[in-house]
T-cell receptor, first 112, second 115 residues
Framework: GNSVTQMEGPVTLSEEAFLTINCTYT??????LFWYVQYPGEGLQLLLK?????DKGSNKGFEATYRKETTSFHLEKGSVQVSDSAVYFC???????????FGKGTTLSVSS | EAQVTQNPRYLITVTGKKLTVTCSQN?????MSWYRQDPGLGLRQIYY???????DKGDVPEGYKVSRKEKRNFPLILESPSPNQTSLYFC??????????????FGPGTRLTVL
């Protein structure tokens, strides 16, 4: 079945540093790919998504490109801020489209 | 405002005492789902519903029940809670178009502790 693997955290960065969180997937066909973010004490929010190969999703300075050749959807941001401190989840749907399958989450901590 | 609401947000209970966590959405979504989040395991689906009176098991349904009598509501029922159900629970909803799936909107979470 479909699955997703993302890098373990925590990731600790200084403000304005470059961020990469790796995510790779295994899937039948070409599912939509998602990054969700969970700020402390809150629910999950969709950060960005890509629906087909070579699509680039972007939002709030974050970007991720759907790479079919490497089955990857790495999250990047050129200059992180303290307010980006959160847990980030890579996700895709199962084959039936009835459940999101999440990576285990990567905790990002940004200090000033 | 489009949203998914859950109640209660925090609950401490004892083993065996039946409880219900409510979930409601105001976006007229057909699809609703419950997930639990545990450290090191990420989020796992408990149950989902494709529409009124249509529910099905997710990956970890043991010890839980759900119902979908109205489109907007999808309560999660723990008839005899046990300590291994201590977790953070999220309700989600979306339109359903099959296959690729659509963005799911999540509630704020319910932190449950079973003593």
């Amino acid at each position: 079945g479909n699955s997703v693997t993302q890098m373990e955290g925590p990731v600790t960065l200084s403000e304005e540093a470059f961020l990469t969180i790796n995510c790779t997937y295994t899937a039948t066909g070409y599912p939509s790919l998602f990054w969700y973010v969970q700020y402390p004490g809150e629910g999950l929010q969709l950060l960005l998504k890509a629906t087909k190969a070579d699509d680039k999703g972007s939002n709030k300075g974050f970007e991720a490109t759907y790479r079919k050749e490497t089955t990857s959807f790495h999250l990047e941001k050129g200059s992180v801020q303290v307010s980006d401190s959160a847990v980030y989840f890579c996700a895709l749907f199962n084959q039936a489209g009835t459940a999101l399958i999440f990576g285990k989450g990567t905790t990002l901590s940004v200090s000033s | 405002e489009a949203q998914v609401t859950q109640n209660p947000r925090y609950l401490i209970t004892v083993t065996g005492k039946k409880l219900t966590v409510t979930c409601s959405q105001n976006m007229n979504h057909e699809y609703m789902s419950w997930y639990r989040q545990d450290p090191g395991l990420g989020l796992r689906q408990i149950y989902y519903s494709m529409n009124v009176e249509a529910t099905d098991k997710g990956d970890v349904p043991e010890g839980y029940k759900v119902s979908r009598k109205e489109k907007r509501n999808f309560p999660l029922i723990l008839e005899s809670p046990s300590p291994n159900q201590t977790s953070l629970y999220f309700c989600a909803s979306s339109y359903f178009t099959g296959g690729k799936g659509n963005e799911q909107f999540f509630g704020p979470g319910t932190r449950l502790t079973v003593l």
